[in-house]
Nanobody, 122 residues
């Protein structure tokens, strides 16, 4: 069974940091683009960041560029999202996802985790 399991979410004050992790299982995602999306209450799921198969190429939403960093360790089969300088607007459920396409469209992603909640208090 193919699974993406996120961890690392939690409650943090504005200005704080968190590191999210995503550990795929049941399938090798070594050649996939790995991405993170988020969905706040009452809003559509939105692209956050993505990394190419070797992590050499990354893409970020304008709203997080310069504050968040995506990275991957294919040896550990793990993808990370470092969240710095967090704002209340970053409050959302964060989803790890995988695709063969380098895309910001969630419809292009084939595998999804169950999500991890990030809450930023003001």
């Amino acid at each position: 069974q193919v699974k993406l399991v996120e961890s690392g979410g939690g409650l943090v004050q504005a200005g704080g940091s968190l590191r999210l992790s995503c550990a795929p299982s049941g399938h090798s995602f070594r050649m996939y683009v790995m991405g993170w999306f988020r969905q706040a209450a009452g809003k559509e799921r939105e692209f956050v960041a993505a990394a190419s198969w070797n992590g050499a190429n990354t893409n970020y939403a304008d709203s997080v560029n310069g504050r968040f960093t995506i990275s991957r360790d294919n040896g550990k089969n793990t993808v990370y999202l470092q969240l710095n300088s967090l704002k209340p607007d970053d409050t959302a459920v964060y989803y790890c996802t995988a695709s063969y396409k380098d895309s910001i469209n969630p419809a292009d992603y084939d595998y999804w985790g169950q999500g991890t909640r990030v809450t930023v208090s003001s």
